[in-house]
């Protein structure tokens, strides 16, 4: 089915250890984001990206990092996991930056570093 | 300042009954739109509804509804006829170019809904 698909689901690692979540759509979106959903924080943008080779920093980017080389790919690496990294982080996309629409989001990865 | 505020944390409602969550916006441009999106315990972002701010009507998919007050500056959702599958958390989001990334969606706190039956 087409859709947005994270990978893995849920991840267990420890502190300094390099980590990427997968991130991969089906429709064609040229925008793709992704957020990390923490209690009494809401949902907060990381990155996002306009289209391939184009990313930008949301509100909380410092200790990940982000590529997009092509269209459908938007992985999330953060390079030295911390603690306060463990979180729910989840991808979305949307065909335009048109304000009327919707962002479509993955299951989420539920991220937990020990 | 807070773009999003969602006032109502928690929301009880009987099972056949209506209900309205709250959510207050603020921006300073003229073009945004406004989004409602479910979450269930199991966790994925359902989008449900849209509402565009010069939209003349209030959107309306299926049991949702949204009463849009654009001088108020408010965009609550309505469910009727709750059903115990609508317990969940439900938030509300804007994307406006004034976000500053692309057209990001900025995201209330939520409301947790719980159908009773």
């Known amino acids: 089915d087409a859709g947005i698909t994270q990978s893995p689901r849920y991840k267990i690692t420890e502190t300094g250890r390099q980590v990427t979540l997968m991130c991969h759509q089906t429709?064609?979106?040229?925008?793709m984001f992704w957020y990390r959903q923490d209690l009494g924080h809401g949902l907060r943008l990381i990155y996002y990206?306009?289209?391939?080779?184009?990313?930008d920093k949301g509100e909380v980017p410092d200790g990940y990092v982000v590529s997009r080389s092509k269209t459908e790919n938007f992985p999330l690496t953060l390079e030295s996991a911390t603690r306060s990294q463990t979180s729910v982080y989840f991808c979305a996309s949307s065909e335009s930056s048109y304000s009327n629409q919707p962002q479509h989001f993955g299951d989420g990865t539920r991220l937990s570093i020990l | 300042a807070q773009k999003i505020t969602q006032t109502q944390p928690g929301m009880f409602v009987q099972e056949k009954e209506a209900v309205t969550l709250d959510c207050t916006y603020d921006?300073?441009?003229?073009?945004?739109?406004l989004f409602w999106y479910k979450q269930p315990s199991s966790g994925e972002m359902i989008f449900l509804i849209y509402?565009?701010?010069?939209?003349?009507q209030n959107a309306t998919e299926g049991r949702y509804s949204l009463n849009f007050q654009k001088a108020r500056k408010s965009a609550n959702l309505v469910i009727s006829a709750s059903q115990l599958g609508d317990s969940a958390m439900y938030f509300c989001?804007?994307?406006?170019?004034?976000?500053?990334?692309?057209?990001?969606?900025?995201f209330g706190k939520g409301t947790l809904l719980t159908v009773n039956p």
């Open positions: 429709w064609s979106h040229s925008y």
């Open positions: 990206s306009a289209a391939a080779d184009i990313t």
């Open positions: 989001a804007m994307r406006d170019p004034s976000g500053g990334s692309n057209y990001k969606l900025t």
């Open positions: 509402q565009g701010s010069y939209d003349q």
């Open positions: 921006t300073s441009d003229p073009s945004y739109g």
